[in-house]
């Protein structure tokens, strides 16, 4: 598979802190990847280090076909920072057309592009306000505007949607969609789960600096199904029957959380306990949400590494 | 390169400390230019021609001083927080991820802040030239080449305050450089009263801190193109005082402060190519 990230015990460290620890990551063309991780678990250390902003202690990395570092390669990498500051004295028009020349694009194709993306982030009309005029939401635009400018092949951004409303946020999301459709790959770093959730394909999850679980949504998902059941009549027995389906169980007076492997699992809940005599009154299966899965992995909370 | 060469300029010309270096200028040579009026009208309604031989040079002297002080502070002012300041609030990060050498950072920096100081030190010296030319009748050696020394002046300042801005935070980049300008202009007036007085001393001290910061001996080397004493009997009592310049600084001191810039700009992208943001 064409690979647009990969990284090969990629580590960064501060004198004995360690920022982030032999990362070893595959992000394939084409998906929108979410990156996940407590405060300070190194998330923005690693796309410091992909971006070029942090040199990295040990490790390798490959974007894009080529190695980390090379100058080239960045005329198809677009980088959004969280908290994107810029020079706001410029005018909209001007910081975008200031980037676009840093990404060497001239002339004719550089009018057009402006005006592209000006469209793509819905500021267009307001592109002779000076930047320091503009309101947050409007700043994050013209900060992914920026991200867009050379068409990018791959797409880093740190927390997109933070200072955007629904309406905003929801905008973003349909844009990055569409930016995924053109077979653009996308690295997320995201607080809001729900977004993540919506929009990504795969995710990983780093903690204390390492990765510590990484895969397709959808598997990560899979393994984790969580069925509520009201059960009249439970018994010791039918509770170890129950149990031995399980990988875990939660049992308040009648209502009953388990959390088995596969959906294949649920009709044979359903079927020990008729068997093992009990009442079944309710029984609904829950998907984990990524925020369940964010906490049961990394502890959630903020780390102090 | 060029493009960060021209958004720094830009930026030179859209800061508030240009205003203020404007207003400030504008204050600076209106009253100048009133005080070397009423000595020129002094001078026509009196004639001293003695006396005026030595007060039109020391009043130039006077003038190229305190408007190199004013550029040096705008050099500072300008330069403090060059890079710094960018990775302080984090404009940075969207710039030097694009494809742009770090190298090239640094050096569009350097010209484009260079330039902007150069023309602003160059506009300067005109504006005093002409007020003394105009108003005194003074003839100025070497006008070209003394012009050339007073825009160099800024760009020695702004070279090694660059490279402040790359390893040291804005505050105490702006502290460590006013300290450097202030060894130099008190190492310069040292140097004087060393010639002065024929104390081989104090003039040794003066050549140390024009090593250090090199700013005050290219003043004084402009003072001597402009001015120069063996042509002139009253050269000895036109180059007395803090402002003028007992002994030429040799070619050697304009070179040294060439290379000076050369290698602090140097440094400065050297250490800037290595840093983590």
């Known amino acids: ?59 390798k990395a490959i974007l894009l076909g080529r190695a980390l570092g090379d100058i080239e390669v960045r005329k198809k990498i677009g980088f959004l920072p969280e908290n994107f500051r810029y020079h706001d004295w410029l005018t909209g028009q001007q910081l975008l057309e200031f980037h676009a020349s840093l990404y060497k694009l ?54 997109p949607t933070s200072a955007l409303d629904p309406i905003g946020r929801k905008d973003v999301r349909e844009i990055l969609v569409t930016i995924k459709a053109l077979g653009k790959t996308i690295f997320l770093n995201s607080h809001l789960l729900s977004e993540v959730e919506m929009i990504c394909d795969a995710v990983a999850f780093i ?43 939660e049992i308040e007076d009648d209502l009953v959380r388990i959390r088995v492997k596969q959906d294949e699992d649920i009709p044979r809940l359903a079927a020990l306990v008729v068997t093992g005599g009990g009442f079944l009154f309710e029984m609904n299966r829950k998907r984990s949400t990524l925020e369940e899965m964010f906490i049961r992995t990394t502890g959630g909370g903020e780390e102090i590494c | 390169m060029l493009t960060m060469m021209g958004i720094t300029f830009r930026e030179g010309l859209n800061r508030k400390v240009m205003l203020i270096s404007l207003v400030l200028a504008v204050i600076f040579l209106g009253l100048y230019g009133t005080g070397v009026h009423y000595a020129g009208q002094s001078f026509n309604e009196h004639p001293n021609p ?67 100081l150069a023309l602003y030190a160059a506009l300067f010296f005109i504006v005093i030239a002409m007020i003394i030319n105009i108003k005194t009748g003074l003839v100025l050696d070497g006008q070209w080449r003394a012009l050339g020394l007073f825009a160099l002046q800024p760009v020695v300042l702004l070279a090694i305050t660059l490279f402040g801005s790359v390893v040291l935070p804005t ?16 190492g310069g007036m040292v140097e004087q009263i060393g010639w002065l007085i024929g104390n081989t001393g104090l003039q040794q001290a003066g050549i140390v801190t024009s090593l250090v910061m090199p700013v005050d001996s290219l003043y004084r080397k402009i003072v001597h193109l402009l001015m120069n004493p063996t042509n002139n009997p009253l050269g000895a009592l036109q180059q007395m005082g803090p402002f003028g310049s007992m ?31």
């Open chain 1, 1 to 59: 598979m064409d690979m647009a990230i990969e990284t090969f015990n990629l580590t960064k460290k501060y004198g004995a802190k360690v920022g982030c620890a032999e990362i070893c990551l595959r992000v394939p063309r084409g998906q929108i990847f979410g990156f996940l991780g407590p405060n300070g678990a190194g998330k923005s250390t690693l796309v410091k280090m992909l971006v070029g902003l942090l040199f990295p202690t040990s490790g």
């Open chain 1, 106 to 159: 001239g002339g004719t194709a550089k009018k057009r592009r402006v005006d592209e993306v000006l469209d793509l982030v819905g500021l267009a009309g307001k592109e002779k306000q000076k930047v320091q005029t503009y309101s947050k939401g409007m700043r994050q635009r013209v900060g992914l505007a920026c991200a867009l400018l050379p068409d990018p092949d791959l797409l880093f951004l740190d927390e």
């Open chain 1, 207 to 249: 903690r204390q600096g390492k990765i510590i679980r990484q895969g397709l949504l959808e598997d990560l998902r899979t393994g984790d199904i969580q069925v509520e059941m009201k059960i009249g009549g439970l018994t010791p027995a039918l509770t170890a029957a129950l149990a031995s389906l399980a990988r875990s169980i």
């Open chain 2, 50 to 116: 003695m006396l005026a031989a030595v007060v039109y040079p020391q009043l130039l002297s006077f003038g190229l001083y305190f408007g190199g002080f004013i550029v040096s502070f705008l050099a500072i002012f300008s330069a403090v927080g060059a890079i710094s300041a960018e990775i302080e609030t984090g404009i940075i990060q969207a710039v030097i991820t694009k494809p742009i050498r770090r190298r090239d950072y640094v050096l569009g920096k350097f010209l484009g802040l260079g330039l902007f």
């Open chain 2, 171 to 186: 505050i105490a980049n702006g502290v460590v450089m006013f300290m450097l300008y202030a060894v130099a202009v008190i």
């Open chain 2, 247 to 277: 002994a030429e600084p040799s070619v050697w001191m304009v070179l040294y402060a060439l290379s000076y810039v050369m290698i602090f700009t140097g440094l400065a992208a050297y250490a800037f190519g290595r840093k983590d943001i």
